[in-house]
């Protein structure tokens, strides 16, 4: 069965701190993987990563890919309290379905 | 540009009602996801429409159900209303159907409660 996994489920960090969240997969013809970002309601887009070994990079925050290992990452660097927030990581697989993770709860004090 | 605009923001149903909802995707996207999102199991896929057609559909049992019009709005229809239905139902928008590597964006949702 597909399932995509995120951890730490949640963290508690403090302004400046670099954070890494990670998300692993198991899916039928992965096609990409997503992270975004949700405040209170609507979550935004980060980044979409389809090949491996290619950093996506966003101010501070940063994403990579390993297609063999099945897993990304996202770091974000000198955090901020604008930061804390819930990151989720998606995957496209082949069946155009989206499988979500549970998502990692970041909370940033200041 | 406008959003992705959802209506209503909130809703209160009672249990054996049915509800519908409502998706206005940006314009000039023929893609709408819906999405149905409660703490304890983060966001879940129910179904993908493009061009008036359902491509996906999730998990869900056959009380949830949807259609997309001519102009991409997109509804989505939930009979027999459960306790367990109460959730943020959110819907997101893009050019493309996912699977072509396009970003999506998402309304603000729609909050149901069940009682």
């Known amino acids: 069965e597909d399932k995509v996994v995120q951890s730490p489920l949640s963290l508690v960090v403090h302004e400046g701190d670099t954070v890494t969240l990670n998300c692993s997969y198991e899916?039928?013809?992965?096609?990409?993987l997503l992270w975004y970002k949700q405040e209170k309601k609507a979550p935004t887009f980060l980044f979409m990563l389809t090949s491996s070994g290619i950093e996506k990079k966003s101010g501070r925050l940063s994403s990579i890919l390993d297609k063999k290992e099945l897993f990304s990452i996202l770091n974000i660097t000198a955090t901020q309290t604008g930061d804390s927030a819930v990151y989720l990581c998606?995957?496209?697989?082949?069946?155009?379905?989206?499988?979500f993770g549970a998502g990692t709860r970041l909370t940033v004090k200041p | 540009k406008a959003g992705v605009t959802q209506t209503p923001r909130y809703l209160i149903k009672t249990r054996g009602q049915q509800v519908t909802l409502s998706c206005s995707p940006i314009s000039g996207h023929r893609s709408v996801s819906w999405y149905q999102q409660t703490p304890g199991q983060g966001l879940q896929f129910l179904f993908e429409y493009f061009s008036e057609t359902q491509r996906n559909k999730g998990n869900f049992p056959g009380r949830f159900s949807g259609r997309q019009f001519s102009n991409s709005r997109s509804e989505m229809n939930v009979s027999t209303l459960e306790l367990g239905d109460s959730a943020l139902y959110l819907c997101?928008?893009?050019?493309?159907?996912?699977?072509?590597?396009?970003?999506?964006?998402f309304g603000q949702g729609t909050r149901l409660t069940v009682v």
């Open positions: 998606a995957v496209e697989a082949g069946n155009n379905d989206m499988r």
């Open positions: 997101a928008s893009s050019l493309n159907p996912p699977g072509l590597n396009t970003e999506a964006f």
């Open positions: 899916v039928t013809n992965f096609r990409s």
